[in-house]
């Protein structure tokens, strides 16, 4: 397995440099690619971690063939890894640092790992080898993950260079002096929105998180619709520069473009400015949405009133559990892990319910009962378990990272 084609764009290199809203060191899995490219790595470990060390007569001694065959596989996919990951760091000239350092922390955990593995599957009876083993399997997988997540962002350069180039073709053609000068800025305004286009589009296909999907969608509408009365707005100007409204239409026909130009931004990184109010909660935000849920359920009975506080603790806790059927509904999530997610999602849901009717129940009291308190703890006890389901879902990698043992 191979991750995702990279390389600079044959374009003009922009003058000022890309910035990247991407925190480098974070492990958060953006694209179906580098999920799909680290499932057959997963798969492999977890079956090698799990293998038994019983052999087919029962007797727990001896060398296992299959942890031998499996152990294999494991070296021979990060050796693909690492081959890959050096060829994408010699194309890259903004991330090449970072993507060597990558694939060095991963020919370094591979090594560990092929040793081992190695000694587990001589002595699959050992419990301190296995563990050594599961360890190693651990640093890998979050070593490999970084390099993938590494080469996703070096593409995301590349669509940003794109960017920058458009942008510079689009002051171009606001710049134009004369009709003329219009007709051949806007000429190549156009081919550089053509491979733009191109390029978003294939990062939209990519993208995991569908509001930021569609905020690409919508961002390259835009920009297309905008960009057709560009030149008609712009050669108005030129013919009556004197006239306000003119100036004001193709002002405002700018503005859109340049919006449309920071939406597809915005969107390839996930970084929507939208998401605060609209996007769907992400690596650990479900746990500390979930901490602030928790904070907000410990209510004076004095002084509750269920008009005032049921509509939005249930809108708070439905909002939390969208969040969590999203990392549920993940390609990479375990089918196991997906039927504990939904059962907790329904056991929170149900808590909430039963501590509600509680606090009703003692509603003007100074003191809470014993049955609040007993509903109070039941329902933090059902949060604190969907907590636990927090960064494992989202992909499978993270959650054989988490759960090995």
């Known amino acids: 397995e191979q991750p995702p084609p990279h390389g600079q764009p044959n374009m003009t290199a922009a003058t000022s440099p890309i910035l990247l809203k991407w925190d480098p060191k974070s492990l958060e899995i953006r694209t179906v690619t580098v999920e799909r490219l680290l499932e057959p790595l997963v798969t492999q470990v977890t079956t090698l971690v799990n ?4 052999g087919p007569s029962g007797k727990k001694k001896g060398r296992s063939k299959k942890a031998h065959v499996l152990a294999a596989s494991v070296e021979q996919a990060t050796q693909n890894f690492l081959e890959k990951g050096e060829q994408i760091a010699k194309e890259s000239q903004d991330l090449k640092d970072e993507l060597l350092a990558a694939v060095d922390d991963v020919r370094k955990q591979g090594e560990t790992m092929r040793i081992a593995s190695g000694d587990f599957a001589d002595d699959p009876c050992s419990s301190v080898k296995r563990g050594t083993m599961v360890r190693a399997a651990r640093a890998l997988l979050s070593a490999v993950t970084r390099l993938l997540i590494l080469a996703d962002m070096a593409d995301v350069m590349r669509l940003l260079t794109h960017l920058k180039i458009v942008e510079e073709s689009l002051d171009a053609v606001k710049n134009a002096t004369n009709e003329q000068d219009l007709a051949n800025r806007f000429k190549e305004f156009g081919k550089e929105m053509v491979k733009l286009n191109y390029v978003a589009a294939r990062r939209q296909q990519e993208l995991k998180d569908l509001h930021c999907r569609d905020e690409m ?15 008609t707005a712009s050669q108005a100007f030129l013919r009556h520069p004197d006239v306000a409204a003119t100036r004001a239409n193709r002002d405002y026909v700018f503005k859109q473009v340049q919006e449309a130009i920071a939406g597809i931004s915005n969107a390839a990184q996930s970084t929507s400015p939208l998401d605060d ?15 602030e849920f928790d904070n907000k359920i410990i209510l004076d009975p004095m002084h509750f009133s269920e008009q005032r506080y049921r509509p939005s603790l249930e809108e708070r806790l439905e909002s939390i559990i969208s969040g969590a059927a999203l990392m549920a509904d993940s390609s990479c999530t375990r089918d196991d892990r997906r039927e504990r997610i ?8 149900q808590a909430l319910q039963d501590l509600l009717t509680e606090y009703m129940n003692n ?14 703890d039941k329902m933090t006890k059902k949060t604190r378990d969907l907590r636990r389901q927090d960064t494992f879902s989202s992909n499978s990698a993270m959650t054989f990272i988490v759960h090995l043992n």
């Open 217 to 231: 969608a919508a961002a390259r509408g835009a920009l297309k619709k905008n960009a057709t009365m560009l030149y």
């Open 277 to 291: 109010k609209h996007g769907h909660p992400g690596i650990g935000e479900l746990a500390a949405a979930l901490n």
């Open 51 to 54: 293998t038994s060390s019983k």
């Open 363 to 376: 509603t003007g009291r100074k003191e809470k009962g014993d049955p609040l308190n007993a509903a109070i």
């Open 342 to 349: 939904v059962a907790e999602c329904n056991a929170v849901r």
